[in-house]
Nanobody, 126 residues
């Protein structure tokens, strides 16, 4: 069992930056693909980014490429999402996710996401 705890959400102005973090329990963190999703009110949860177990493979949804960076520190069992040039429409609850394989790539809720965090609110004001 893996427990994921997000932190770092908050209020930021449009064009600003924010970094959210996700701390994971367990001793096999490097064996998991880690990802970030977001869910705005009234919308489905959407994939944002993922990173493979060794950190060498990253994958982003098109809308965040060049602005968001996912990274991980396996010594600290932590994954990060650095978000730059934020837009008001990116206001959402951001969720950390884990998959029991380290290959990276797209993650799909209900299919290959095995663990979820409780989420952290990110609000981008215009």
């Amino acid at each position: 069992q893996v427990q994921l705890v997000e932190s770092g959400g908050g209020l930021v102005q449009a064009g600003g930056s924010l970094r959210v973090s996700c701390a994971a329990s367990g001793r096999t963190f490097s064996l998991y693909t880690m990802g970030w999703f977001r869910q705005a009110p009234g919308k489905e949860r959407e994939f944002v980014a993922s990173i493979g177990g060794t950190g060498g493979s990253t994958y982003y949804t098109d809308s965040v490429k060049g602005r968001f960076t996912i990274s991980r520190d396996n010594a600290k069992n932590t994954v990060y999402l650095q978000m730059n040039s934020l837009k008001p429409e990116e206001t959402a609850v951001y969720y950390c996710a884990a998959r029991r394989s380290g290959g990276g790539g797209l993650m799909i809720p209900g299919y290959d996401v095995h663990y979820w965090g409780q989420g952290t609110q990110v609000t981008v004001s215009s």
